[in-house]
């Protein structure tokens, strides 16, 4: 029987195939292995089957350090989703249900003002109302030329229509101004998504695929040791076979 090495985590004997020496594993590993052995020398010797226990706990502790870091990024990411300043808002509904009676009455009167509707009729009525003064059908006059009647008449419904068209303007410009609030947040949102979307990118490039290469690189070694470990028992078999 070949020399044997005293496992310094069962304290029993094993060949020197069937194990490592702590000098021989990465620092993550010794860094676990000390965890629970204070006085760790290099010149330590551990079984195969300990050191895949502490291989499969680098496995978790990554994994789970890794699903911390997501988990963190996800409760940014619902956080901005559900942060009520980012919100858009219906600004007609808003506005609309925010509109009083007399708001309402300007807005049609501004609408009806503003249209061919309302500017045909009133000029064929002017045209009608001069004509009639100045011709004198059947002897009808009621305001002769300079038209007095007429222009005070213009003048009263100039002076009523300029509040009610402001009012109906100022309308618009809360329109204006709420809807380019809610491009702001718009805005605003998409840039901190920008920014998660950025560092869950980066995590992903710069934590998340060395992980999974070490990861991949610790299966291998395990799949190594047991090759040897199968090798070795077959070695044993037909050294044992030819006695």
């Known amino acids: 029987m070949g020399k044997t090495y005293k496992d310094i985590v069962s304290g029993k004997d094993f060949p020197l195939i069937e194990g490592l020496f702590i000098g021989d594993l990465d ?10 052995i204070k006085h760790l020398r290099s010149s330590d010797f551990i079984s195969q089957h300990n050191l895949m226990h502490y291989r499969l706990r680098k496995i978790s502790d990554m994994i789970a350090a890794d699903k911390k870091v997501n988990k963190r990024m996800r409760d940014r990411f619902t956080k901005v989703l559900n942060d009520e300043y980012y919100h858009e808002i219906d600004v007609q509904k808003q506005l609309d249900e925010t509109n009083t009676f007399g708001q309402k009455v300007a807005d049609n009167i501004a609408k009806f003002g503003g249209s061919w509707t309302f500017i045909i009729p009133f000029i064929i009525f002017m045209v009608i109302y001069i004509l009639i003064n100045i011709f004198k059908p059947f002897g009808i006059i009621w305001d002769g030329y300079p038209f ?3 222009n005070l008449c213009l003048s009263m419904l100039a002076a009523l229509q300029a509040p009610l068209i402001m009012m109906s303007q100022n309308r618009a410009a809360e329109y204006d101004r709420m809807e380019s609030q809610n491009d702001y947040r718009v805005n605003q949102k998409t840039e901190v998504e920008i920014r998660l979307l950025h560092s869950k990118i980066d995590h992903m490039i710069q ?6 290469l070490e990861i991949q690189k610790l299966q291998t070694e395990m799949i190594q040791s047991l090759s040897q470990q199968l090798l070795g028992l077959r070695e044993e078999l037909q050294a044992k076979d030819h006695i």
Not at 27 to 36: A, E, G, M, P, W
Not at 207 to 212: K, L
């Open 207 to 212: 934590q998340d695929q060395p992980n999974i």
């Open 27 to 36: 620092k993550q590993l010794v860094d676990l292995i000390r965890h629970d």
């Open 148 to 150: 007095i009647l007429l």
